[in-house]
Each structure stands twice: as C-alpha cells, then as structure tokens.
C-alpha cells in the first residue's frame, strides 16, 4: 500500500514559499498604500465633518490648519487657540495654496468657494468647498 500525500515538510517547504513570493509583490506594488491613501482622505473628511458640527454645538469657531505634510484643528478659548488635534500625512501632500479653513459659530465657512489640490501617491482629488451651507467635498480627479 502506497501513501499518495505530502509529508509535512514538504507542506511547510512550499508554505514558506508562496509567503515569500507574495510578501514580495506586495511591497514591490505597495498594494497599501492606495488603502492608507483613502484612509488620510476618509479622516480629513470627517475632521471637517467634526469640526462644523462642533461650531454648531458649542458656538465656537473651529479653524484647521493646513501645512504641507500635517493639518491641526483649533478652537478659540477666551482669546487663546486650543489645539484639539494634530495630524501627520503620510500618504497625501496638500496644495500650498490651502492655509486654513474656518467654521464660525454657526457652521458656516469663513473663506470663498474654491477648489484646492490634494495629492495623493497614486490620485489626485479635489476638495471644493462652498462657504455658504458649510459644505465641503473630496472627489477623486
């Protein structure tokens, strides 16, 4: 009688392997980096999002701050800017052009309509903004 199956080094052998081969497509693709690219756009929304609601619930102006590779939100206390939140990009480059963005007490915007350029590893997006109803928008370009 003849045994027709693997032995269990010949299953760990070729185990090994496949994992090799495609830890090595994985990094030689950086199939994450469009995922963390989504997930820096998906948290700067809803930043945003926090921000005006909060604006609307406190009475307070919320601003965001914008540099090139980070962003901080910050909001008005008697006189003084207290800083909520501070976040590092990693995978999305902002436009120069964009500085700041302020919510006034009643979540509205402080700035004009206007559209700024969001630049990702892979993508590009748009964030357009339209003051008037507190609306802003991420569209991929």
């Known amino acids: 009688m003849k045994n027709k199956g693997f032995t269990l080094i010949e299953l760990l052998i070729s185990l090994s392997i496949i994992s090799i081969i ?21 948290t700067l929304l809803n930043d945003l999002d926090y921000c005006k609601e909060m604006s609307i619930i406190t009475g307070r102006d919320y601003d965001i701050f914008f540099k090139k590779d980070n962003y901080s939100i910050n909001y008005n206390l008697n006189s003084k800017k207290k800083i909520i939140k501070k976040v590092n990009l990693n995978y999305i480059k902002l436009s120069e052009r964009l500085s700041i963005i302020s919510y006034r007490n009643r979540g509205t915007l402080s700035q004009k309509s206007d559209t700024y350029k969001i630049y990702g590893k892979k993508k590009k997006y748009n964030l357009k903004i339209l003051p008037a109803i507190g609306f802003i928008k991420i569209e991929e370009v």
């Not at 090595?24 to 998906?42: A, C």
């Open 22 to 42: 495609l830890a090595m497509v994985t990094l030689k693709f950086n199939i994450f980096d469009s995922f963390y690219e989504k997930e820096e756009i998906n």
